[in-house]
């Protein structure tokens, strides 16, 4: 998912352990990447239906029957909406659209290369993305089936549930369009965003919990996995009996800063998640911006739905530790989003619906420096 692995643990056969966990990783890339194109993430993304006025079905065209996903996926899928519905969209897995919109990586490596930064997307542009970001998009319309809705479809449905009026006497009558006068087409491609299903952020947590629960299972005594620097899982201890203490990287200072350490587990809870705008290319560099460095220098990819744009709380950094990876992402990006997400009940509403005990806490939290 465009990130590595990290894998520090002791007891039972560790190669045999880091060879499965090796197969696991690669099932859950197969499964969840968007950057493969048989991946089911980009299967579903590949599913929604095009924006053409009654366009006839065509061979290769979307099924609408959804795409058949396997039970990890349908799992990963069902958790991602209620952790959506829960943090009012802070947490958004189908955020993709107004990534793109921003190009944050292009703007990026224009700042390093010393480049003259890209403009802002348009407004109109962002307002479509907008519209592609919806999670309600994302249907599951049948045992383990799930489809991308067009973004325009709800819109198109309720103008064809219209009746038809007769005509008034005297007036034309609608007539076929002549012979070789072009349909009604959709806009061209590129011209409006489609909506673009991404589960990395839950599913590196999902994964950093996997790869624990899997070593545990085959041996090992104590473990620590990292998937990507900001997806943590661990269980039991060093070996010399200390517990796992993981660094928080200071978003105001060096590129070496810390601002404070964990131990693992803390309160029982064994999976923690740090999201935040300085986790990108930039890096460190950001912190050393002058003043009046251009705005887009200080663009990031964590984009809040409710305005379009990067998100301007003020906070730079979120760290939460969590009975579970997926619950832990989901707040560590909701909360840089929107500092009053009530973690409670958040955290309440994933126990209902996972049917599981679950626990989160903030042990991190960092604020833009004036």
């Known amino acids: 998912m465009g990130t590595r692995v990290d894998l520090i643990g002791w007891g039972g056969d560790g190669m045999g352990i880091v060879n499965a966990l090796v197969g696991l990783v690669a099932r859950h890339e197969d499964l969840w990447s968007a950057y493969r194109a048989t991946s089911e993430v980009s299967r579903i993304n590949s599913s929604h239906l095009p924006s053409v006025v009654g366009a006839p079905s065509v061979v290769g065209a979307p099924d609408p029957g959804g795409v058949l996903v396997s039970e990890e ?61 919806s999670p ?126 964990v131990e693992l587990p803390a309160d029982g809870m064994a999976s923690l998640s740090t999201s935040g705008d300085n986790l990108g290319p930039l890096g460190a560099r950001r912190a050393q911006m002058p003043p009046g460095a251009p705005c887009r220098a200080r663009d990031h990819h964590i984009i809040d739905p409710r305005t379009g744009e990067p998100a301007r709380s003020g906070v730079r950094q979120v760290s939460v530790v969590a009975s579970c990876g997926v619950l832990a992402e989901a707040l560590s990006t909701a909360l840089l989003v929107d500092p009053s997400v009530d973690v409670g009940d958040v955290v309440a509403l994933w126990s209902r619906a996972s049917g599981l005990p679950a626990s989160a806490r903030v042990v991190g939290l960092e604020l833009a420096v004036p």
């Open 73 to 133: 996926t349908d799992r990963l899928l069902r958790g991602a909406l209620v952790l959506a519905s829960a943090t009012g969209a802070s947490f958004n897995p189908l955020i993709g659209p107004l990534v793109a919109a921003w190009d944050v990586a292009a703007m990026r490596a224009a700042y390093v290369a010393g480049a003259p930064l890209p403009p802002a997307p348009a407004p109109g542009l962002v307002e479509a993305a907008l519209e592609a970001s």
């Open 136 to 261: 309600e998009l994302l249907t599951r319309v049948g045992e383990r089936r799930w489809l991308l809705r067009d973004p325009g479809a709800a819109e198109r449905a309720a103008l064809s549930a219209r009746p038809l009026q007769v005509p008034r006497e005297g007036t034309r009558p609608l007539r076929a369009p002549r012979e070789g006068t072009r349909p009604l087409r959709a806009p061209r491609e590129g011209t409006r965003p489609s909506p673009r299903l991404d589960l990395g952020g839950i599913a590196k947590g999902y994964t950093a919990d996997a790869c624990r629960d899997l070593a545990v299972e085959l041996g090992a005594s104590g473990v620590l996995v990292s998937v990507g620097s900001s997806s943590i899982a661990v269980h039991g201890t060093r070996a010399d009996s200390s517990p796992w203490r993981v660094g928080m990287r200071d978003p105001n200072g060096g590129e070496a800063s810390v601002s404070g350490v």
